[in-house]
């Protein structure tokens, strides 16, 4: 008898790490419940975190959103100190968003909840289990990695003189 193939390993897979992405996001909501904003404005305070000098275009496009809905948003965030709206340098008409100190703070703390709750589960896998797990996730980096054409590769090779 053989094991399974790798198409029902592929999906195997992906409902374990689905149901693992529900329980990590029940525990951003249970971080969230102390903070003073909405499970939308935490996702948007995010998004911007990843991509500094996001125009909102694009955060509406991120969050699948019209550019009046979006820009609301923002509004919200920049009047409660969380994130900063910038003049493109590019485009004086246009404008770019960063998180604001107060705005990096708390989405250091949503990520801190995260490896705090992740880290307690390390705790209880073997060392096998450990190695394996560290194999996978560096897979699933690499792949990551350069399937987005907006990551540079963090060991570039080398060529020949």
């Given at each position: 008898?053989?094991?399974?193939?790798?198409?029902?390993?592929?999906?195997?897979?992906?409902?374990?790490?689905?149901?693992?992405?529900?329980?990590i996001?029940?525990?951003?909501?249970?971080?969230?419940?102390?903070?003073?904003?909405?499970?939308?404005?935490?996702?948007?305070?995010?998004?911007?975190?990843?991509?500094?000098?996001?125009?909102?275009?694009?955060?509406?496009?991120?969050?699948?959103?019209?550019?009046?809905?979006?820009?609301?948003?923002?509004?919200?965030?920049?009047?409660?100190?969380?994130?900063?709206?910038?003049?493109?340098?590019?485009?004086?008409?246009?404008?770019?968003?960063?998180?604001?100190?107060?705005?990096?703070?708390?989405?250091?703390?949503?990520?801190?909840?995260?490896?705090?709750?992740?880290?307690?589960?390390?705790?209880?896998?073997?060392?096998?289990?450990?190695?394996?797990?560290?194999?996978?996730?560096?897979?699933?980096?690499?792949?990551a990695?350069?399937?987005?054409?907006?990551?540079?590769?963090?060991?570039?090779?080398?060529?020949p003189?």
């Amino acid at each position: 008898m053989t094991g399974p193939t790798s198409a029902e390993l592929r999906q195997a897979i992906l409902h374990d790490f689905e149901r693992l992405m529900e329980h990590i996001a029940q525990w951003r909501q249970v971080g969230l419940l102390d903070v003073d904003v909405t499970m939308p404005q935490a996702r948007c305070l995010i998004f911007v975190g990843l991509r500094p000098a996001l125009p909102i275009s694009a955060l509406a496009s991120h969050l699948h959103i019209g550019l009046p809905a979006a820009s609301g948003l923002v509004e919200r965030l920049v009047e409660a100190g969380y994130i900063e709206r910038n003049v493109d340098p590019l485009d004086r008409r246009h404008q770019l968003l960063t998180l604001s100190e107060r705005g990096r703070a708390l989405v250091d703390r949503f990520r801190e909840l995260s490896s705090e709750r992740l880290g307690d589960l390390l705790h209880g896998l073997s060392t096998a289990e450990l190695r394996g797990l560290r194999m996978g996730v560096a897979a699933l980096e690499r792949e990551a990695r350069t399937d987005d054409p907006s990551t540079e590769p963090s060991h570039p090779e080398r060529t020949p003189a």
